[in-house]
Nanobody
Framework: QVQLVESGGGLVQPGGSLRLSCAAS????????MGWYRQAPGKQRELVAS???????NYADSVKGRFTISRDNAKNTVYLQMNSLKPEDTAVFYC??????????????WGRGTLVTVSS
C-alpha cells in the first residue's frame, strides 16, 4: 500500500558530504513523523534524526551539528544532508515514516535501506 524508496547513498571520503532522499508513495492520506535510522555492521539499528509534520527535528548526539533532516510535505519526501562525514558514520541508512493511509490505517513503514560508506 505504501512504499518508501531511499536514494543518495554511496562511497565518500572522510570530511565529505552526502544527501539522502526518501520518497513515499502509495495510498497516503497523511504522513506524521519521518526519520532516518542507521545500522552499522555488528550493531543495532539506531535513530539518526527524525522530523515531525510541522518541521520539528530531533537528532542523535553523534550527528548534531553535522547532519540536517528536512522534508517536503508536498512531495512526501524526507532528506538527510550529511556533512563532515566520519568513518564511524558507515552504515546502512533506513528511512521510516508513520503513515495514515487513505483507508484510515496507521502504518509504520520502512524503506529497504541505502549504504553509506565513509572511507579514504
Amino acid at each position: 500500500q505504501v512504499q518508501l524508496v531511499e536514494s543518495g547513498g554511496g562511497l565518500v571520503q572522510p570530511g565529505g558530504s552526502l544527501r539522502l532522499s526518501c520518497a513515499a508513495s502509495g495510498s497516503i492520506f497523511s504522513i506524521n513523523a519521518m526519520g532516518w535510522y542507521r545500522q552499522a555492521p555488528g550493531k543495532q539499528r539506531e535513530l539518526v534524526a527524525s522530523i515531525t509534520s510541522d518541521g520539528s527535528a530531533n537528532y542523535a548526539d553523534s550527528v548534531k551539528g553535522r547532519f540536517t533532516i528536512s522534508r517536503d510535505n508536498a512531495k512526501n519526501t524526507v532528506y538527510l544532508q550529511m556533512n563532515s562525514l566520519k568513518p564511524e558514520d558507515t552504515a546502512v541508512f533506513y528511512c521510516n515514516a508513520m503513515v495514515v493511509t487513505t483507508g484510515a490505517r496507521a502504518l509504520d513503514v520502512w524503506g529497504r535501506g541505502t549504504l553509506v560508506t565513509v572511507s579514504s
